[in-house]
């Protein structure tokens, strides 16, 4: 029989801590883990669902680099990233700047701001869709009236992804609130030592403000690599609703759509499995990156830096 | 104490019954009809398969039915969760040729129940039990066909001043030449010029003459003739053919109603009539829609213009090929219980429910000797409209089908549905081009699929 009151007290608060985790940790491996090292396993075999899977080696990752509409998936999502990482960092960061200003009703505009990024998903992509319309929807009837033809947006395949990260903007203002508590928590008096310094407000910003937001950029700059690499819904829908998922001319085909399609419309489990292990590789060494780099870039106010 | 035990045992009655009852009922062997992947699924249509249900639950002691209700949007991924942890429904349906093709590898070949039994299948249209039949394969007794035809406006025609199209079969000055002809005239901008006029305006047009918006590529092109008529590829599924005389043909007619004739809505003015919300038809902008049975359930619902119907045209080689739908039940071979499955397919397709279980789903029974009961039924429910060229269609059915399975479906649907992108965002309105281009994607994907096959 156990006998727990022999037991250290650092190794009984270890078995407590072990005890209090462990529903997370069941969840992990069955739920996460397993999943995960399933698709492993699948990713060398071809497998159909129905049928048993029929060990390939590394069939399915030869035949991904020779597929071109794998890399066809993958400079759609690239696209995508370069547009819609930095102008979501910069807009929501600005907005940020913006509500943190002593204005009136400044609340109201903060929540006014936040409200679309709670509202998200299909409903909101639809809701886009239509207002993307070439021939009756409202994007273009604005710019009509000033005098402008508007493009295709989703029905155009050379302004399909734009169109999708003006609707990613939408959500900015989950982004701006992480920065907002950032900007609220640079120490006052740091501003002030600038001021006596003769520093006016675009120096302080450019050496206060700034360099104090930086691990705040970061998180944002890496969450935001993750969603951008794992877009499914919106172009999912939004696609769909004009008629070709992917479409027009497999201008929206990103990777996580092009997964899915190998997974569920073409039932090839294994193909699919492969992808999301690539896709895991690519994301892991942006994100790696991102880090190693961090040290160039990223100032935290409690590190020593150096041997000073 | 003669209380306790009176009160013990009539505890111990209602114990044993309750540990009893569910092993009576499980007598019954069960079988789950999984319905979602097609039509099934609105809530007139639920209640309707729970009457049908009942009813074979009363009249049967050893079988019981259970229709799973799945939405559709989730119905393909629930089903091949079932599939893949070996929980499989008995019968899957109602299914489209499409969906068959789809999950292709999932069904029971439902031939040596037919053989066993010696069942009689002379009943059904003899083209129906064809559509669903594969090489070491048949998946299904036929439930119900969704003949097509053309659908117009009457108002339109009679604004126009132009004839109605006739409903004759025999008459074979019904073409797709006079189809253009008439929809150029039916196709107006917002000064009322029509499409023949040097002074209409393609950039503002405010009315269309034909539609065939709501299918797919093979749809579109399986109506020109071509030997492999709406499949892709050849007999034995290693060559693509594609880009046949035929298709291209009909891919360039399709291609010149956009963007030369503008009698055919392009890909953008397309998707402006459906952000109205509105089924092509019921728009009010489009003068003729080829069309199925199934839009009859599904829409023609209060319009405020009248609806005439017509065949499908001849096309340029002087045939006529209607292309058809057709829906069945399918019984999934990792499915347990397949023999009871089989006897509820049975019972689903029989003379005696068959026009009810159409009912529910809108399709034309595919038994013969029902034709009748079915066509009286239609009548009521469509007074003006000529049922007789709704029946005739069948004669006139694609085969091979254009939903029919090939190597790689949904691979193979996809790249000629991007081809058929390029004319309708008029990136490429060179039909020639458009479709070799696809058959060269075409026989790589063949040729990965029976590479695949031989490894």
């Known amino acids: ?308 | 104490m003669k209380r306790n035990s009176w009160l013990l045992i009539t505890c111990l009655v209602i114990v044993s019954l309750l540990v009893v009852a569910p092993a009576l009922a499980q007598d019954k062997v069960k079988v789950t009809i999984f319905v979602g992947l097609g039509t099934g699924t609105d809530p007139d249509q639920i209640t309707k398969q729970e009457e049908l249900q009942a009813r074979f639950n009363a009249s049967h002691d050893s079988i019981e039915i259970e229709f799973l209700i799945v939405p559709h949007d989730e119905a393909g991924t629930r089903l091949l969760a079932m599939l893949a942890g070996d929980n499989a429904p008995q019968l899957v349906g109602p299914n489209g040729i499409s969906t068959i093709a789809e999950y292709f590898d999932s069904w029971a070949d439902i031939t040596p129940f037919i053989e066993a039994e010696g069942f009689d299948t002379s009943d059904f249209y003899q083209e129906s039990l064809e559509l669903n039949a594969y090489p070491n394969l048949n998946t299904g007794l036929p439930l119900g066909l969704f003949p097509s035809f053309v659908l117009y406006n009457i108002d339109m025609f009679d604004a126009a001043g132009i004839d109605y199209p006739p409903t004759d079969y025999n008459d074979t000055s019904w073409n797709y030449d006079k189809l253009r002809e008439i929809a150029m005239l039916l196709t107006l901008d917002s000064n009322a010029n029509d499409a023949t006029m040097e002074e209409f305006d393609a950039e503002d047009i405010v009315q269309w003459g034909f539609s065939d918006a709501w299918t797919d590529t093979r749809g579109m092109l399986a109506r020109w003739g071509a030997p492999d008529v709406g499949r892709p590829t050849s007999a034995d599924y290693k060559t693509a053919s594609a880009n046949s005389a035929e298709w291209v043909y009909g891919l360039q007619w399709f291609s010149d109603g956009m963007w030369v004739d503008h009698f055919i809505p392009t890909g953008e003015q397309q998707s402006g009539i459906e952000a109205t919300g509105a089924a092509p038809l019921d728009s009010g902008v489009i003068a003729m829609f080829y069309t199925h049975t199934w839009y009859l359930g599904e829409a023609l619902f209060d319009l405020p213009f009248e609806v005439g119907i017509a065949p499908a045209p001849f096309n340029q080689n002087g045939q006529r090929i209607a292309r058809i739908h057709a829906d069945n039940f399918t019984i999934p071979k990792n499915a347990t219980n397949q023999q009871e499955a089989w006897e509820v397919m049975k019972w689903l397709t029989s003379e005696e429910n068959l026009v009810d279980v159409c009912l529910i789903y809108g399709c034309i029974p595919a038994r013969m000797s029902l034709a009748d009961d079915f066509a009286a039924a239609l009548n009521e429910r469509f007074p003006d409209l000529d049922t007789n060229v709704i029946f005739e269609a069948i004669d006139y059915l694609d085969a091979p089908n254009h939903e029919s399975w090939v190597p790689n479906w949904g691979r193979i649907n996809d790249a000629l549905n991007f081809a058929a992108s390029l004319i309708n965002t008029g990136e490429n309105t060179d039909a020639q081009s458009v479709l070799d281009q696809a058959n060269v994607e075409l026989q790589k994907i063949l040729d990965e699929y029976w590479a695949s096959q031989s490894s």
């Open chain 1, 1 to 308: 029989m156990l006998n727990i009151r022999s037991w250290s007290l650092s190794r009984r608060e270890a078995a407590a801590g072990y005890l209090f985790i462990s529903p997370w940790i069941i969840g992990f491996i069955l739920l996460t883990l397993g999943p995960m090292l399933a698709s492993l396993y699948f990713s060398f075999n071809q497998y159909n669902i129905v049928d048993m899977p029929r060990w390939i080696g590394l069939g399915n990752y030869t035949r991904l680099f020779n597929d071109p509409l794998f890399w066809q998936s993958l400079k759609v999502t690239l696209y995508f990233a370069v547009l819609a990482l930095p102008s979501g960092l910069i807009l929501s960061f600005l907005l940020a700047i913006l509500l943190n200003q002593n204005i009136p009703g400044v609340r109201l505009w903060r929540t006014l701001y936040f409200l679309p990024s709670v509202l998200t998903g299909v409903a909101v992509t639809l809701l886009w869709v239509l207002l993307f319309n070439p021939q009756m929807g409202a994007v273009n009837q604005v710019l009509e009236l000033i005098g402008i033809k508007g493009p295709g947006w989703l029905n155009d395949p050379d302004w399909s992804i734009p169109a999708l990260v003006i609707m990613a903007l939408w959500g900015v203002g989950q982004n701006m609130i992480i920065y907002l508590a950032g900007l609220q928590s640079v120490p006052a008096e740091l501003y002030d030592a600038a001021k006596v310094d003769g520093a006016g407000r675009v120096m302080q910003f450019r050496h206060v403000t700034l360099p104090m937001m930086t691990p705040v950029l970061f998180y944002n700059l890496v969450l935001g690599l993750i969603g951008t690499f794992s877009y499914f819904t919106q172009a999912y829908v939004a696609s769909g609703a004009v008629g070709e998922v992917g479409g027009p001319l497999r201008s929206t085909l990103f990777y996580n759509l092009y997964l899915y399609q190998n997974a569920f419309d073409y039932r090839e489990m294994g193909y699919a499995s492969a992808m999301a292990w690539v896709l895991f590789a690519i994301v892991l060494l942006l994100t790696l990156v991102v880090f190693r780099s961090s040290s160039l870039w990223v100032y935290y106010e409690g590190e020593l830096r150096g041997k000073g």
